[in-house]
């Protein structure tokens, strides 16, 4: 019963890092936009909206995460002395309960001040909700980084992974506006031009992937060589890795990489789709393999769990959505 028990908490963790990067991460895109006074891509703001609604479960979600301590956190029970004055419940529930909140509330903000501008035919005013809201973002999922993934191996750090997993966020939250924007009136133009953008940041998020290994190599950083190691070259997490790397980049780079893909409508959904399964395996990458080095722990438990988050989502949109549209 206890290794059930573990299994569930473990599959909570990677699927409450999936969904949530998800709904952070199309907020920030149109928290993007609005700083650039872009023309283009207000409809996806509006989906936006509606992924937003799942920011303030996603606060929930973090406080039922805290009940699994013992089951996710292993400097629970034996705790590091040199990074007790972190690596302790009390300040982790502070600093993800506050963070998370405050999201949730920044996010609010922005997408309540822009509402009206987002539905007009003149440029956005950029507003400081927006460059306050990206900040916090960067700030808040660094430590998320640090705190739900580092952790789980306490002796490993990477001075990369919190910018990392941050720009995972944002590439997903595209990935998601790119799939929910084929079932939506969105015109060709802006499909074209998220395509676009989808497939430049499959690259930038390659490259901060390539990155932890090139500065552990060029640095000589035998510190941080443990998780990279397990994950890139120790069976069966190898494979794995291989997998979710072909997923997530290797296979939308190439199908998006003619000019005429981006502008076909199908092709994009397809592309984005497999970013989607990319960056969920991703997740599953990032967290099982410290609890489960030799053995690639997938069961029913993994797929009713997500299931059940994904449902939370729906859910959230049907319950919050109203809240987070602004109609005028």
């Known amino acids: 019963m206890g290794d059930y028990v573990n299994l569930f908490w473990q599959a909570f963790l990677v699927n409450f890092l999936f969904w949530a990067s998800l709904a952070q991460g199309s907020v920030i895109f149109a928290a993007s936009l609005n700083l650039t006074n872009a023309r283009w891509g207000r409809p996806y703001v509006g989906i936006a909206r509606s992924f937003a609604a799942f920011l303030p479960v996603v606060v929930i979600l973090f406080a039922v995460l805290l009940l699994g ?10 705790p590091v002395p040199q990074k007790a004055a972190y690596l302790n419940i ?3 529930a502070i600093r993800g309960l506050l963070g ?7 996010s609010w903000i922005f997408l309540y001040k822009t509402g009206k501008q987002s539905e007009a035919s003149d440029p956005i005013q950029a507003s400081p909700w927006a460059v306050a809201l990206v900040i916090l973002f960067m700030v808040v999922y660094t430590y ?4 739900l993934v580092m952790s789980l ?19 997903l939250g595209l990935a998601g506006l790119c799939v929910a924007g084929y079932f939506a009136a969105i ?10 953008l989808l497939f430049a940041f499959s690259l930038f998020w390659m490259s901060l992937l390539w990155s932890q290994y090139i500065v552990i190599w060029y640095g000589d950083i035998p510190e941080e060589t ?4 397990l994950i890139f070259f120790r069976s069966p997490w190898r494979a794995v890795t291989l997998t979710m790397l072909a997923l997530a980049f290797v296979i939308p780079f190439t199908i998006l990489m003619p000019r005429r ?3 076909t409508g199908f092709i994009p959904l397809i592309s984005s789709s497999f970013v989607l399964a990319g960056l969920l395996l991703e997740k599953y990458v990032l967290v099982i393999p410290s609890f489960h080095p030799d053995v690639i722990a997938i069961n029913w438990i993994h797929l009713l769990v997500t299931i059940g988050f994904a449902a939370l989502f729906y859910l959230s949109h049907v319950i919050f959505g109203p809240v987070f549209r602004f109609k005028e």
Not at 153 to 169: D, E, H, I, K
Not at 187 to 196: A, F, T
């Open 69 to 78: 301590r013992v089951s996710i956190f292993p400097w629970v029970a034996d």
């Open 90 to 92: 009390p300040f982790l």
């Open 100 to 106: 998370l909140s405050l999201l949730a509330l920044f």
């Open 144 to 147: 998320l980084a640090f705190d």
């Open 153 to 171: 191996q306490p002796n490993w750090y990477s001075t990369l992974l919190g910018a990392y997993f941050a720009v995972s966020a944002f590439f």
């Open 187 to 196: 015109p060709d133009g802006d499909r074209r031009r998220i395509s676009k």
């Open 226 to 229: 443990q998780f990279v190691y």
């Open 261 to 263: 893909a981006k502008a």
